[in-house]
């Protein structure tokens, strides 16, 4: 299980390696994506609190990434956070994301993207529910759900 002290390693050291690799330039993206999932995924946007369609839905699947499809977190590990975006206290595996300090507005955050891709999923920040302690804060816009069936 990841803690704070190895999401911090990674953000400051470097990444583990992903199973694969999906790059894609701008042009091809805005083919595949919508404008407000390219502008958050791709130009690290943040949606409105409260407006994303995966915030209060806890049925069982996989969240995959909008851009690449590659799973990234599972309904198992989703909880509510009430922050008014999708919460989850783990990834489905430690090298499905990738981490980087964020600097952006005079705060020192650690910004997730999907691995594979790069695209921007959200932030995570070290209130979360035990054991964990972690809190992935992700854009309802950057994933699709996989329901289970
Ligand atoms: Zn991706």
Redesign the pocket.
């Known amino acids: 299980m990841l803690t704070w002290k190895e999401v911090m390693e990674f953000a400051v050291r470097g990444n583990l390696e992903p199973d694969r690799r999906?790059e894609k330039t701008d042009e091809e993206w805005k083919a595949i994506l919508t404008p407000e999932q390219f502008r958050i995924?791709r130009k690290k946007g943040t949606e409105a609190a409260h407006s994303g369609a995966l915030c209060s839905i806890y049925d069982a699947g996989l969240y995959n990434?909008?851009?690449?499809?590659?799973p990234?977190f599972d309904s198992t590990i989703k909880f509510e956070s009430g922050s008014g975006w999708p919460s989850f206290t783990q990834p489905i595996k430690p090298n499905a994301i990738k981490y980087e300090k964020d600097n952006m507005y005079g705060m020192v955050r650690v910004e997730v993207m999907?691995?594979?891709?790069?695209?921007h999923q959200g932030h995570v920040f070290p209130d979360g529910p035990e054991p964990s302690g972690l809190r992935y804060c992700i854009n309802s816009e950057s994933m699709k759900l996989d329901k289970e069936d």
């Open positions: 999906v995924t990434c909008v851009c690449c499809n590659t990234l999907c691995s594979t891709c790069d695209a």
